[in-house]
């Protein structure tokens, strides 16, 4: 897979996003191995913007595996500093899965109880499941379930 190639705007960007990012895939004294080419792969799947941390004192050997990285995953290189690396790939789009026989979820609801005149109203947030049901006078119940007519059942 071919680097992806960026401007210099979306380089300084990313940058300024990684800044306050911590190392999510070391490479020690085997340099790049499969196994560790893989965890890099499953990093930019997973964040998409990732630093990885090369403990090897040769410049040399760390800037032929920070360009092999941008090569061999398709990401595009973003810094190089010290023994720092940089890379970023776009995230892959999630399919989402529509389940027909999902109840309704729980929702947060604020609830409004006013007081004397001149007072400020209280607020409260609550959270009403799926079987449950907000009165009135703010107060939560168990959804009752349907009941059938008496005289529709005949």
Known sequence: ???????????????????????????????????????????????GLIKVRVFSDDRAAREDIYQRLSDELGAAPIQHIGKLLVLWRPLPEKEKVHDEDRKPGPRDVKVLKFGRAGQKPEVKQLRVLGNQRLTAGGQIKRAKPKQKSIKKGK
């Open 1 to 47: 897979m071919p680097q992806i190639q960026l401007t210099p705007a979306e380089r300084r960007e990313h940058r300024a996003e990684a800044h306050h990012l911590d190392p999510v895939v070391l490479i020690g004294g085997d340099g790049l191995t499969p196994s560790v080419q893989k965890e890099v792969d499953a990093a930019l799947n997973a964040h």
